[in-house]
């Protein structure tokens, strides 16, 4: 072990109530502060910037998570003992690294990987290729530059219809095209390399084989050696009903996913998280943190669709409402790397959350909608996800605004609950899908 992590092991020794700095302002976020708030080793919580509804359980830090010099200076400021990153753009800019290289810092423990190991996010080509290097099942691709323009619509005419194009970084989960036509995707190859439509997500794009099956999440955190298996989730993306309409962060999502169980589960151990996590080390990758591996179940099979460098949203408000260990705990077995010596538990279960969101998202929407009704709920947890606060009022500021989400014997029960207590919240225009786990 180096005498980077032997120092970390020192101060959390010594630290048992810890101040944390999470950073984040969505539904991900107000769960992940929820949980770090029951657990028993919290000193205070510190969420940069936080929403209305993390206002109630620590203090809100008005900060961009991007600007790392002001994520120093709140962690000096405020005696911070661990950061927790809950979105992608900090880790894969090297937030990470930015603290391993400052004296201030680097006795900090961050929990999210650093800025090589956040590529698996960050990079579609990346994840292809360390997939293609371990073995890992996945579609058939191609990546593609500007320079390569003529050979990726030689690819296209190789390939069946419909035609998935994703651009190659990070795009706020607007850069992934699935299009019937070829004369569609020929098209659209050009605008994303010659025109740059996703900036410079899209300076390299990643032609991909469609896969017709069911998707669904999986989520472990790692260490750098030992892992812990969270509970799988599904989330819904289509605006409309029965999965029609435009993609959006995600309508609602259910935990545990049926088709999950017995043998299917045990292929995605076999043969997608062994090898991550093995070739990871293989590749000399020292990971930390969790990853979210998006997966589609191709008549019994496992492929992987993508990699994530964090939790998913709104799987997240899901997942952990079924952890009934203490987070804290298993963020400090991440940070000194003795996590294999951890427990971990889950609530058996069903657990199930369903988005509210403002009329006329994923295009255009109006903000500062008050919102009512949030006190009336008793029989359900509610995540904030696009809300900000004056004085008492609560308003909407996003286009996912809320995540009500629901513990039951089933997901059909844990669904019914939800849907009873969105009943008693109001806010003008606001639109949710009645058929959360139709599929299922």
């Not at 698996?120 to 292809?128: I, N, P, R, V, Y």
């Not at 619509?153 to 651009?167: I, R, T």
């Not at 589609?296 to 952890?323: A, Q």
């Not at 991440?334 to 010596?341: C, G, N």
Request: charge should be negative.
């Amino acid at each position: 072990m180096s005498p980077f992590f032997l120092n970390i092991n020192f101060v959390l020794y010594y630290k048992k109530f810890m101040n944390i700095l999470l950073l984040g302002s969505g539904g991900r976020e107000h769960a992940l502060a929820w949980k770090l708030s029951r657990s028993s080793s919290l000193e205070a919580l510190f969420i940069a910037p936080g929403n209305a509804g993390t206002k109630s359980i620590g203090t809100n830090v008005s900060i961009d998570p991007n600007n790392f010099e002001d994520v120093k200076q709140t962690v000096l400021d405020n005696n911070i003992n661990m950061v927790v990153v809950g979105p992608e753009a900090p880790l894969v800019n090297g937030i990470v690294d930015f603290f391993g290289e400052d004296n201030a810092l680097k006795s900090i423990p961050i929990i999210g990987p650093n800025k090589v190991a956040a590529q698996l996010e960050g990079s579609k080509d990346f994840a292809k290729e360390f997939m293609l290097r371990h073995n890992i099942p996945t579609a058939k691709y191609g990546t593609f530059t500007k320079e390569t323009l003529k050979e990726g619509l030689v690819f296209l005419e190789s390939m069946k219809a419909p035609y998935v194009l994703k651009a190659d970084g990070l795009a706020a989960g607007k850069g992934v095209l699935i299009l019937d036509t070829l004369k569609e995707a020929k098209e659209e190859l050009s605008g994303m390399l010659l025109d740059e439509k996703f900036g410079d997500a899209s300076t390299k794009v990643v032609i991909e084989q469609f896969l017709a099956g069911i998707e669904m999440s999986t989520f472990v955190l790692v260490d750098g050696d030992g892992f812990k298996i969270f509970p799988e989730a599904k989330d819904y993306k289509r605006i409309g009903e029965g999965d029609t309409g435009l993609n959006t962060g995600g309508m609602g999502a259910i935990s545990p996913v049926p088709f999950a169980a017995s043998g299917f589960s045990d292929k995605v151990y076999n043969q997608v998280i062994i090898p991550t996590v093995k070739g990871l080390k293989k590749d000399n990758i020292d990971y930390r943190g969790f990853i979210f591996i998006g997966l589609i179940n191709v008549g019994g099979d496992p492929y992987v669709i993508e990699y994530n460098c964090r939790l998913g949203d709104p799987e997240t408000e899901v997942v952990l409402p079924r952890l009934k260990s203490d987070l804290i705990d298993l963020f400090e077995g991440v940070a000194t790397q003795t996590l294999s010596e951890r427990d971990v538990e889950f609530d058996p279960r069903a657990c199930a959350t369903v988005m509210m969101v403002s009329g006329g998202y994923p295009g255009k929407y109006e903000k500062g909608k008050t919102i009512y009704g949030l006190n009336s709920v008793q029989n359900s947890l509610v995540f904030h996800a696009g809300t900000t606060s004056d004085g008492p009022a609560v308003m909407t500021s996003g286009g996912r605004v809320l995540a009500v989400t629901s513990l039951a014997k089933d997901i059909e029960s844990a669904l019914a609950i939800s849907y009873e207590s969105i009943k008693q919240i109001e806010f003008d225009n606001s639109y949710y899908r009645k058929d959360i786990g139709f599929d299922l």
